[in-house]
């Protein structure tokens, strides 16, 4: 997690204002699983009804590109090192724990959402739209966007069928835990 990061800081406090238990993993060293490096995850995350998560956090701005040119996409890509990283973690940490890709929109003042809208989170007068996305299902999903950078992205109907407002991964469908785990 990089608090300087303002994408990861708001979903922090995101995580904050909803009283729920996670840890922010420090980011500025790479940990190792056995003798290979492993991208860090950015938060360990305990929701409702005992769902555990392990989240990688994405940054978007929604719309994107420059002033005058911008395009309403939602942008779903990652890179491919983040999706190696996260399986690992999963691998690691069990099938009690679900690896999510989170895409925090910073949603420009242009763009008119409805307040009502699920996770629609204001945080130091910016608001941001957070999505979220199986990790095992944009594997399973993702097509090749930019062989030199590393990056990978889903077809726009693919990450419409997919994707779902955050608070959904930590309902979780497990029974809830006395208490978290960490």
Same mark, same amino acid.
């Given at each position: 997690?990089?608090?300087?990061?303002?994408? +990861?800081?708001?979903?922090?406090?995101?995580?904050?204002?909803?009283?729920?238990?996670?840890?922010?993993?420090?980011?500025?060293?790479?940990?190792?699983?056995?003798?290979?490096?492993?991208?860090?995850?950015?938060?360990?995350?305990?929701?409702?009804?005992?769902?555990?998560?392990?989240?990688?956090?994405?940054?978007?701005?929604? @719309?994107?590109?420059?002033?005058?040119?911008?395009?309403?996409?939602?942008?779903?890509?990652?890179?491919?090192?983040?999706?190696?990283?996260?399986?690992?973690?999963?691998?690691?940490?069990?099938?009690?724990?679900?690896?999510?890709?989170?895409?925090?929109?910073?949603?420009?003042?242009?763009?008119?959402?409805? +307040?009502?809208?699920?996770?629609?989170?204001?945080?130091?007068?910016?608001?941001?739209?957070?999505?979220?996305?199986?990790?095992?299902?944009?594997?399973?999903?993702?097509?090749?966007?930019?062989?030199?950078?590393?990056?990978?992205?889903?077809?726009?109907?693919?990450?419409?069928?997919?994707?779902?407002?955050?608070?959904?991964?930590?309902?979780?469908?497990?029974?809830?835990?006395?208490?978290? @785990?960490?």
């Amino acid at each position: 997690m990089d608090r300087s990061n303002h994408y +990861e800081a708001a979903f922090e406090a995101y995580l904050q204002w909803h009283r729920l238990c996670y840890v922010a993993v420090d980011e500025t060293r790479r940990a190792f699983l056995g003798e290979t490096r492993v991208k860090s995850l950015d938060f360990i995350v305990c929701g409702e009804s005992g769902a555990r998560l392990l989240v990688d956090v994405k940054g978007r701005r929604f @719309p994107t590109g420059a002033p005058g040119r911008q395009r309403r996409v939602w942008e779903c890509w990652s890179t491919e090192e983040d999706l190696l990283g996260l399986g690992r973690w999963s691998e690691l940490f069990g099938s009690d724990y679900q690896a999510v890709l989170v895409f925090a929109y910073q949603v420009l003042p242009e763009v008119t959402l409805p +307040e009502d809208t699920d996770d629609l989170w204001t945080w130091r007068g910016r608001r941001y739209l957070l999505r979220a996305i199986d990790a095992d299902d944009y594997r399973r999903h993702m097509r090749v966007r930019s062989p030199r950078g590393g990056t990978v992205t889903l077809p726009r109907p693919v990450f419409r069928e997919l994707v779902r407002p955050f608070h959904q991964f930590i309902q979780g469908n497990q029974p809830a835990a006395e208490e978290c @785990p960490f």
